[in-house]
């Protein structure tokens, strides 16, 4: 026999909603070694991530990553945390606070709007505890990642999934699957290169560096060495760049397993030997700002092509908040909404109907 969880108080004629839950990758808690040892256990035990053997792994993450990595990790944190605590989840609340401003001025269908943590907190599990409790009988997961991969966007959704089936009265559910090639989002990556560049002028090369995946990934099915692929041509065409003006590299690299190519590092470094001296890199995979562009990007990967000849570095921010974006986002979700929203919806209008609904209910012996 099934054990659901308790289900939230239903009152007849409530006013029933819409919940948007936005969804990133996670972060620690805090840029110190046992929060990170818990955000590295929840995060590389997910099956998505790594596919290795159960057992085999399960000795190398316990035995040897868990009391090295944890450490190491925790300075690159602590050299890019702010007084706002972790910029990706600093960022995405900002992204969930505009969207709901958006979606309030261009709906007034009922809507919530949050934000949850594939790994780490909020959860995924705790946000759609909360939808439920506002009365949200719909949800539309919006993944923060661009670019479809198993080990993001797959795992995001097996989170999702497998918090409801933990609930006896399941809300209706949507999830944004990819948005890598949508024109509002081109547009807003565009629009934040092309104000960069105003600012500190077009460099020799525009290296567009998404986040690495091991190769086998993409000999087994996964669509994101593609869709990386066609993000940095569309992206190249609005620029109006030529294919020898531009590089799509993939960084972020784990273990000794091959991972998609060409690795942005060395990418880099190459085309500082070769002469290339002034360089711009933009991250169009994260919209928000994390540890992989702020440290990674913005600290060693610059480190690597000046150290290798090169002279001019800059990478260009991530989305974040940036208005173009969040306007973006809001078409993206608006689009998802369809059917879902009552364009006619107006407050007066509802309570009426609820508390006809509520007496009806009464009637047959309702309790609330």
């Not at 907190?121 to 661009?146: A, D, F, H, T, W």
């Not at 105003?198 to 290296?207: A, F, M």
């Not at 569309?234 to 109006?240: H, I, Q, T, V």
């Amino acid at each position: 026999m099934a054990n659901y969880l308790p289900e939230p108080v239903f009152n007849h004629g409530s006013t029933l909603k819409t919940g948007v839950l936005l969804v990133n990758l996670g972060t620690p808690d805090a840029p110190d070694a046992p929060s990170l040892k818990r955000y590295l256990k929840q995060f590389l035990s997910d099956t998505r991530v790594v596919e290795i053997p159960r057992p085999i792994w399960w000795l190398i993450l316990n035995g040897i990553i868990l009391n090295v990595r944890p450490k190491k990790s925790a300075k690159k944190y602590a050299s890019i945390w702010t007084a706002e605590g972790s910029p990706l989840k600093a960022n995405t609340e900002k992204q969930a606070l505009q969207l709901a401003k958006q979606l309030q001025e261009s709906t007034p269908s009922p809507l919530v709007v949050t934000y949850a943590m594939r790994y780490g907190s909020p959860s995924i599990p705790s946000r759609i505890q909360e939808l439920k409790e506002q009365g949200c009988e719909n949800i539309l997961m919006v993944p923060l990642y661009p670019q479809y991969a198993a080990s993001t966007t797959g795992s995001s959704m097996d989170a999702l999934f497998d918090t409801l089936k933990r609930y006896r009265n399941t809300p209706g559910v949507r999830v944004v699957r990819q948005y890598h090639d949508h024109p509002a989002y081109i547009n807003a990556l565009a629009s934040r290169i092309n104000t960069f560049w105003q600012q500190h002028g077009r460099p020799e090369k525009l290296i567009m560096s998404f986040h690495g995946v091991p190769r086998y990934t993409l000999d087994k099915g996964d669509p994101y060495h593609c869709q990386c692929h066609k993000t940095g041509r569309l992206l190249a065409e609005k620029l109006g760049l030529q294919p020898s003006q531009y590089m799509v590299t993939f960084q972020s690299l784990f273990g000794r397993a091959e991972w998609i190519k060409p690795y942005t590092e060395p990418s880099v470094i190459a085309l500082a030997k070769e002469g290339i001296n002034n360089i711009h890199v933009v991250c169009p995979g994260f919209p928000s700002d994390c540890l992989e562009t702020l440290e990674e990007i913005g600290m060693e990967v610059k480190a690597a092509f000046m150290e290798a000849g090169g002279r001019d570095y800059h990478y260009i921010p991530a989305l974040n908040d940036d208005p173009i974006w969040i306007n973006a986002l809001t078409d993206i979700t608006l689009s998802h909404l369809q059917g879902w929203l009552k364009p006619q919806w107006n407050q007066e209008d509802d309570q009426r109907e609820g508390e006809l609904s509520k007496q009806r209910a009464l009637a047959l012996g309702a309790a609330r």
